[in-house]
């Protein structure tokens, strides 16, 4: 038994390696989850759901009650940052986000003063949920990083290229800039607000990082990035940060040293020795399971965990997969994982 006095999330998070790592998975509250379903049917729609904070709690406390995961993510979305920009955001059931398509040249129009009004419902989301949570629990709040909202925000939805958004980022600098500090600045304050209602760590993910050429990559991910950061530590927040910046292969070591961050979430394709060389010594790692295998079960599945403890023996390492579970998982595969991961304890 653990009896050390700090929640083992948390202690990783400052550098300490655990015996077993710490595990919770991105998007373990969801559709994999019959509770979830069920809770999930009694919203209007998906954005309802989010701006209800008794709904949002419960959902964010199903996955601890379950599998007893080291951390909770609170129940949101990165797309609430731009309906509190001024933007209209619904979504479109078994298809994903509609966005009114946004062209940077107007983004002075993006609105940074609704941020309080807008999302105060998901400070009381956490306020909720926090005393709910076990002693050993952290709670997690997030964001999108700001190249990743725009994304969705000027394509009017996900794409595969982001051909709009990249041909306007080269196009339109000054504009393309200009709207990505408002993204950033709002979320800034959105993240201040997450911290004082007790998120106990922050995630940014910047899902859309792969494929940029390392001076784009530098302009619209690690200056954004590094912006949000600095406005949260100036404001006196001094939780820890976990940067995703899914697909920056090569550049990753980059962003970990450059943006301020504290810890680095990393995605399926990441080779880890290398990765132990090129990151900044001892800086905390999260990830990288391919979903896919959780998915497959089996012996498959308690080799992989096996690979990827093995790989990050000696780091401080939180164990997670490399992007979102999806929603055909079988409960018992998440079972398997967590018993496999736990096996000697
Ligand atoms: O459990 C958790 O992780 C907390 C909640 C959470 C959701 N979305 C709930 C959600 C978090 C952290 C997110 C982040 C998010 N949202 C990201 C970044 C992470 C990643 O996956 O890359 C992105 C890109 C989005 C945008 C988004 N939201 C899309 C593209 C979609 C549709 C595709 C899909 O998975 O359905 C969503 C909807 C969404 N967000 C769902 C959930 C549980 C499913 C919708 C539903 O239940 O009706």
Known sequence: MNHSPEKPFLSTLKGNVQSTPPVWLMRQAGRYLSEYREVRAKAANFIDFCFSPDLAAEVTLQPIRRFGFD???MFADILLVPI????????VAGEGPRLEPFDPVNYRDLDLNRMEEVLSPIGETLRRVKP???DETA?????????????????????KDRWNTRVAAWSTPH??????????????????????????????FDSWAEGLPEPLFERVIIRPTKRIIDQVREAGVTVPIIGFPRGAGTLYPR??????????ALDTGVQPEWMREVLPEGMPVQGHLDPAVLMAGGDTLNREVDRLIAAWSGRPYIFNLGHGITPHVPVAHVEQLLARIRQGE
């Open 71 to 73: 951390a909770a993510i």
């Open 175 to 204: 504009e393309f800039d200009g709207m990505l500090d408002r993204i950033a600045d709002v979320t800034a304050q959105y993240l201040i607000m997450q911290a004082a209602a007790g998120a106990e760590t922050l995630k940014l």
């Open 84 to 91: 509190a920009l001024g933007r209209k955001v619904w979504f």
């Open 255 to 264: 962003y970990a040293r450059e943006t301020g961050i504290t810890a680095i």
């Open 139 to 159: 709670l997690i709040g997030f964001a999108g990083s700001p190249w990743t909202v725009a994304t969705y925000m000027i394509e009017g939805g996900g794409s």
């Open 132 to 134: 709910e949570l076990p």
